[in-house]
């Protein structure tokens, strides 16, 4: 026992001796890289763009307050991301590390090109983290990554989750992340999707004229052109298609919401309407899923039929007429009107994305149940049959609750009351 | 260079007597044991004892004159001023001579009970044919104890530990009396064990005070107190208390067995006695473990544990012991069961911080940056910045303070002690931060993990722990995550291959046995029904069917009152 | 003969149930997919009812010669020479597991965790601990085996339960994969991954007699095949047949994906040390398996100067391969396509030998 213990010991002594030969890095040997950006490249074939935090102090620190922390931007043409890192570690000081690394953006340029080469590569290293978020910027992805200074905080990161979190309240985009991306581009089931980043000039903030008298949504606008002033640069508004690897389309606010809830990951959004009985009036309602949508696929001859059934609820968010909306022989008026709408919406997003024969919705998955064997389903080739698919629709709307008021009394003026 | 080829050499295994193994056998289940143990053959050391005896050198002789010589003699008088003789003559007629160590005797009892007895005129009045010896003993030492032995060696031995000698002329016997009188410590609470609910008393330094202790807490006939005789020279006096119906034979065997086998010239303390009789010295984990608390002893002797409690310590030593019995404290059981069991979780948490967390750290800023929060990190790395030190020499520098301080703080008059204590480590680790020797973020590790080393009840495992602490820091350094898994697999392995007094270490969780509801979760008190399972006792049960009788009592009577009410 | 102390059915049941799940930490989940896609979750089941009928032959050999292990076996009932090369063999098996175990494992450590690192340097602690472990004894493993399982079960499931939110069912259909016949193919061919619970037979004098073995046995295949199928199940249910045939390791990047809002993200170091401490005690179990059947073999008193020597072949042969492909395609699919016939082949012709003997008249086989 003795040797035994005394053998052991002088083990672990001599390899103590080993401390950081090899792989231990302190932390301040590393850089940590924010976002990665994916540019076409000028000089060589790709263009990429890191934010790196500079982690120097300013000023007198007392006892350690931190001062804020500044990033810097460099950008980089390599064939491939790994030599373009080691061209940038001619020029830092440190190492560079994107274990922390939350997003990946692409240019749009690029995303049209093909994705594939540069998606697969980078899959590869350890560093890369399955769950950092991808996005399509138009533009350039090298003006997203220098721009990208969140004006409500200086923790970068948190700003990263919580520009993705928006996607839960809004609906507005969706949320990929390198799995799922890289997942739908391989799989037989559907096709990735990606949300939309821009820029936003302000130049929609028009000082002067007349709003529009038909009724136009608030998600009927595609990325860099929300009517707006103020606030950060760029703006996450729409969707990207692909197919496969190549980007093909786009959709707008409101086709997004329809995309999420044909996924099943619509979770809420204050949708607006025009009022049915005054068509110059609006209502909105705070919607959310009731629950998943309820999706069956049927093969007739080889072609497919899928009917889908969505499930959503609702609270009155604002009325802007004074109708009794709230009691019940309004209120199915007011729910009809609503599921006609989304109707709407959801099947102009299904035919936009026919046109373009891409299943980004997922109804593959459900058609892969009918299939015994992997070689009958990859035969099939669900993916290039989306097209001839038929795609019925069906909206199911209960307004649940009415907000702090039950009714809503006229406003009276000197006229008597309005009506 | 023997020490080299002494390693790397093939040696055969020895078959230590350490092979005991405490299996299960048929023992358990019989109600109770005989009281009387059985006749065993005599063995050789046993007859060689008897035939000592007629060694005439150490016989007394019924000569005074040569007694006292002999005692002279023996005691390196004059030059050693302890002993004294008092020569006097009994009832004025016979010769005799009193020896005893002056400061360790009551001279209330000599002067009022056995002087003014002894030296009276009509003490041999009515001696007739028997032998003076007897006639004293029996009708003129007004004392609570009196012995008589014929050889030397034994009166010495009594005289050392503070008994009086009384030798007459024309006798070959001398009488001991009990006459023990130094001074010695109050029965005061317990230093190094605080409880707050629960009896304040604890062990002296004393070993009649302690046995009588334990003798208040447990009245029973068959509590036992055997006592032996360690160290050559010092003949320290060591009490070995059990059960008879309870503790198992072999374990009792075995403890005496390696007692009496002790072959130094100095032992005092359970401290020393804990290191010789120990199985496995190269391991950092105690396998017997002390306590200051009678209240805890007790309570040991009546799992089937056997008691060891030696002169000079207050302290008594219990074997065999499990790795989850260091963690019971007599709290646990005085409280109700879910703070029992809260208190418990605590200390293994504290455990593990204290093991864990400065290795882990070093393990995780050197190579598993990943599984840091991005803002923590980014925070962490601009106080690095500022620090020159690589990160595990801030980590050693910290823990090694730490030590210090702890150490240096035992020493400090305790005027200044508590201020030092906890104030200073603040403040030294702030001026560190300041003065930019490390970052923040360590200061929280250390202190954390002192503190969780301060959780542990037993002191012995503490030590070893943050012994251990240190390895765990290494191992990290050198693999990360990796080195730190592989520390402690190989801990694991050398943890669960002890076996203390032949209970395997980690009972029971490995190997199975019955579960005892007190391991780590302690359940209400009347669950607790049987004694450990592994302790192999004779008698298992410790709580009757149904512990609280009190309520199928309660229920018949309110059935019996109907609607009184 | 060495001596082995003894240990009851639930350690036993913790040994093999840790020696047989490991695997599903390594690549197999990915090969496996390439050949039966979707379908890999029931495949398993398949294997583990194999090995179950393979262990009944095996348990039925045990009670023909109660309290001897497997090695005196062969001996007994195949002779002296044919003996000692059917225990050779299934020495050598045990030896290569490990080599290549310990390989498979280095690579995928340098790749996730410590890519610097050179592989000598892992292998060679992992084999050192392995064989302090055989030092000490059969006792301490079985005990240590016992301590480590429960926190790396609970680790383990609650990895999958944690995994549930990206649960989709439809990632299980087609249902029948690339064909019902080729999944019960593979399903018998690849019962190999249940070889270990052979260890209960060359440990059979230490587990207290014949009705042990059977309960130990029976519990842990049926847990294994539980544990190993449920984890299949899950890492199906997230991920689709097409990406799991790419990913070195399923279940590592199953625990990065986790995450649960900005604070729970990126916890897989956790995962790395649930798995390095059973993969640490699977080495060192096959290790002095393979010290045991040696010293038996030979008739060796004390296992203690084999250790050595046994670890330095264990760390040559994990460094024979170039690079991971070849380990991968090569020696670890010939371990499980040809594992089968050392591990459960050759008891069964061991039995029927036994059986036409006691025909004969010679042995006192009871069956």
């Not at chain 3, 047989?20 to 050949?35: A, H, L, M």
Request: aromatic share 12%; net charge neutral; glycine share 6%.
């Amino acid at each position: 026992m003795r040797r035994l213990v005394s053998v052991v010991l002088l083990f672990v002594f001599i390899i103590s001796l080993l401390t950081a030969c090899w792989d231990a890095r302190e932390i301040d040997e590393w850089s940590y890289v924010y976002i990665i950006g994916v540019d076409k490249g000028v000089g060589n074939a790709l263009r990429f763009t890191f934010q790196l935090p500079s982690l120097k102090h300013q000023g007198v620190e007392a006892g350690g307050q931190l001062g804020e922390t500044s990033q810097y931007t460099t950008s980089i043409d390599a064939p491939t991301m790994y030599a373009g890192v080691n061209i940038a570690e001619s020029f830092t000081s440190r190492r560079l590390n994107y274990m922390h690394t939350k997003y990946i953006v692409i240019s749009e340029e690029l995303a049209r090109e093909g994705v594939e080469r540069f998606i697969n590569g980078m899959i590869r290293s350890r560093q890369i983290r399955r769950i950092a978020h991808i996005i399509i910027v138009k533009g350039k992805a090298s003006k997203f990554v220098e721009e990208f200074k969140p004006l409500l905080t200086s923790a970068i990161s948190k700003a990263q989750e919580g520009f993705m979190d928006m996607h839960w309240d809004t609906g507005f985009f969706i949320d990929t992340s390198y799995q799922d991306f890289i997942r739908d581009m391989k799989n037989t089931y559907k096709m990735p999707a990606a949300p939309l980043t821009a820029f936003n000039d302000f130049s929609n903030y028009r000082t002067s004229g007349n709003p529009p008298k038909e009724f136009k949504s608030e998600g009927d606008y595609y990325a860099g052109e929300l009517p707006r002033s103020g606030g950060n640069k760029f703006e996450f508004f729409g969707t990207a298609l692909f197919d496969g690897d190549k980007m093909v389309g786009e959709l707008n606010g409101d086709e997004s919401r329809a995309l999420l809830m044909l996924r099943g990951e619509f979770k809420s959004g204050s949708i607006a309407m025009a009022d049915p009985k005054n068509k110059e009036l609006r209502i909105a309602f705070d919607t959310k899923a009731q629950k998943k949508p309820y999706i069956k696929v049927n093969f007739h001859e080889g072609k497919p039929f899928v009917n889908v059934k969505i499930f959503l609820e609702g609270d009155i968010q604002n009325l802007q007429s004074t109708e009794e909306y709230e009691n019940l022989e309004l209120k199915p008026v007011l729910e009809e009107a609503f599921k006609v709408y989304i109707k709407g919406v959801i099947d102009k997003t299904i035919d936009k994305c026919k046109e373009l024969n891409v299943d980004v919705f997922g109804f593959g998955e459900k058609a892969a149940k009918h299939f015994l064997t992997i070689q009958e389903w990859e035969e099939y080739n669900w993916l290039s049959r989306f097209k001839d698919a038929e795609v019925n629709t069906e909206v199911e709307f209960t307004i649940r609750r009415t907000g702090t008021l039950l009714k809503t009394n006229p406003t009276r003026t000197a006229e008597g009351e309005k009506k | 260079m023997k020490t080299i080829t002494d390693m790397l050499t093939y040696k055969e295994p020895k078959n230590k007597e350490l092979g005991f193994e405490l299996l299960e056998d048929e023992v358990q289940s019989a109600p109770k044991q005989s009281s009387k143990s059985p006749k065993h053959p005599l063995t050789v050391e046993e007859w060689n004892e008897g035939r000592k005896a007629e060694n005439t050198e150490d016989i007394v002789s019924t000569e005074l004159r040569a007694n006292l010589e002999v005692i002279r003699q023996k005691f390196l008088m004059p030059k050693n001023r302890d002993i004294i003789i008092r020569e006097f003559k009994i009832g004025r007629k016979v010769k005799a001579f009193m020896v005893y160590i002056d400061g360790m005797m009551d001279k209330q009892t000599l002067n009022l009970s056995i002087f003014p007895q002894l030296m009276s005129g009509d003490v041999f009045e009515e001696l007739g044919e028997e032998c003076p010896v007897n006639y004293l003993m029996e009708n003129i030492l007004t004392v609570h104890d009196v012995r008589k032995t014929n050889k030397y060696s034994d009166a010495v031995m009594q005289i050392l530990n503070g008994l009086s000698a009384l030798f007459l002329e024309g006798s070959g016997e001398c009488i001991l009396i009990e006459t023990r009188g130094f001074e010695k410590r109050n029965v005061e609470a317990p230093k190094t064990e605080t409880i707050v609910k629960g009896s304040q008393e604890g062990f002296t330094e004393n070993l009649r005070t302690n046995v009588a202790l334990i003798r208040r807490i447990i009245k029973n006939e068959n509590l036992v107190t055997e006592m032996l005789s360690v160290g050559n020279a010092n003949h320290s006096n060591c009490a070995v208390m059990y059960m008879e119906n309870i503790a198992n034979p072999k374990v009792i065997q075995e403890v005496k067995k390696r007692l009496e086998r002790i072959d130094a010239a100095f032992v005092l303390g359970d401290g020393m006695i804990e290191q010789f009789i120990e199985d496995n010295s190269f391991m950092l984990f105690p396998q017997i473990v002390s306590t200051e608390r009678p209240d805890r002893t007790a309570s040991f002797i009546m799992e089937g544990q056997v008691v060891i409690i030696a002169e000079g310590t207050p302290f008594a030593l219990a074997a065999p012991v499990t790795f989850f019995g260091l963690f019971h404290t007599s709290e646990d059981t005085f409280v109700r069961w879910p703070g029992g069991t809260f208190l418990r979780l605590i200390r293994i948490f504290g455990l593990f911080c204290a093991t864990f967390l400065p290795g882990l750290y070093v393990a995780l800023t050197l190579y598993h940056i990943e599984m840091i929060p991005t803002e923590l990190l980014i925070s962490v790395a601009k106080a690095k910045e500022l620090v020159p030190f690589p990160t595990l020499l801030e980590v050693l520098i910290m823990e090694v303070a730490f030590e210090l301080i702890r150490e240096g703080g035992i020493r400090v008059p305790s005027v200044i002690g508590q201020t030092l204590g906890i104030v200073g480590a603040l403040i030294l680790g702030q001026a560190a931060v300041a003065a930019g020797l490390v970052s923040p973020l360590l200061v929280i590790i250390v202190s954390i993990t002192g503190l969780g080393s301060f959780a542990i009840p037993n002191y012995t495992l503490a030590i070893a722990i943050r012994i251990e602490r240190f390895l765990f820091i290494f191992a990290g350094a050198v693999l990360g995550f990796y080195g730190i898994s592989l520390m402690a697999v190989l801990l694991s392995y050398f943890a669960c291959s002890m076996k203390s007094f032949g209970v395997p270490y980690f009972v029971p969780v490995a190997p199975k046995t019955k579960v005892n509801p007190d391991v780590i979760l302690r359940y209400p008190i009347w669950t607790q029904k049987e004694r450990p399972d592994a302790l192999n006792t004779p008698d298992r049960k410790r709580q009757g069917d149904n512990p609280k009788l009190w309520i199928s009592e309660d229920n018949r009577d309110e059935k019996g009152k109907g609607g009184n009410t | 003969m060495i001596k082995e102390g003894k240990f009851g059915v639930h350690e036993a049941v913790c040994l093999v149930i840790i020696a047989i799940c490991n695997k599903i930490f390594s690549t197999t989940p990915g090969y496996v997919t390439r050949t039966v896609g979707t379908t890999a979750w029931y495949m398993t089941l398949i294997s583990c009812i194999t090995a179950i009928a393979f262990f009944t032959l095996i348990y039925l050999l045990l009670k023909c010669f109660p309290g001897k292990n497997i090695v005196e076996i062969y001996d007994a009932s195949l002779g002296r020479v044919v003996g000692f090369v059917f225990s050779f063999l299934l020495m050598v098996s045990f030896l290569l597991s490990v080599g290549i175990y310990a390989r498979e494992f280095t690579e995928i450590m340098k790749t996730y965790a410590l890519p610097a690192t050179p592989p000598s340097v892992i292998i060679g602690t992992l084999i050192f601990t392995a064989s302090v472990a055989v030092f000490l004894g059969l006792e301490t493993i079985a005990r240590v085996a016992k301590l480590a399982l429960y926190p790396a079960l609970l680790g383990y499931f609650l990895i999958l339960v944690f995994s549930s939110e990206y649960f989709k069912l439809h990632n299980l259909f087609p249902i029948l994969g690339y064909g019902l016949d080729k999944t019960v193919f593979t399903g018998i061919l690849r019962a190999s991954a249940y070889d270990e619970v052979t260890i209960l037979a060359v440990f059979a004098g230490s587990l207290q007699g014949a009705a042990h073995i059977k309960k130990a046995g029976y519990t842990s295949l049926l847990l294994s095949g539980f544990i190993i199928s449920l984890g299949l199940l899950c890492f199906s249910l997230v991920f689709e047949y097409t990406s799991i045939q790419e990913i070195t390791i399923i279940a590592y990047i199953l625990t990065r994906g986790l995450k649960y809002g900005t604070f729970f993200q990126r916890l897989d170091p956790i995962f790395l040390l649930l798995w390095i401490i059973t993969t640490t005690i699977y080495i060192s179990i096959l290790l002095y398996t393979t010290v045991s059947i040696y010293c038996k073999l030979f008739r060796l008193q004390d296992a203690r100067p084999v250790a050595v020597p046994m670890a330095v072949l264990a760390v040559s042969i994990a460094i024979i391969p170039k690079d991971f492909s070849s380990v991968l395609s090569v020696y670890v699919e010939g371990i499980r396509t040809y594992g089968n016939i050392t591990f459960f082949i050759m008891p069964v012709i061991a039995l029927i030998v036994a059986v036409i003997r006691k025909k004969k008249g010679e042995s006192e086989c009871a069956d």
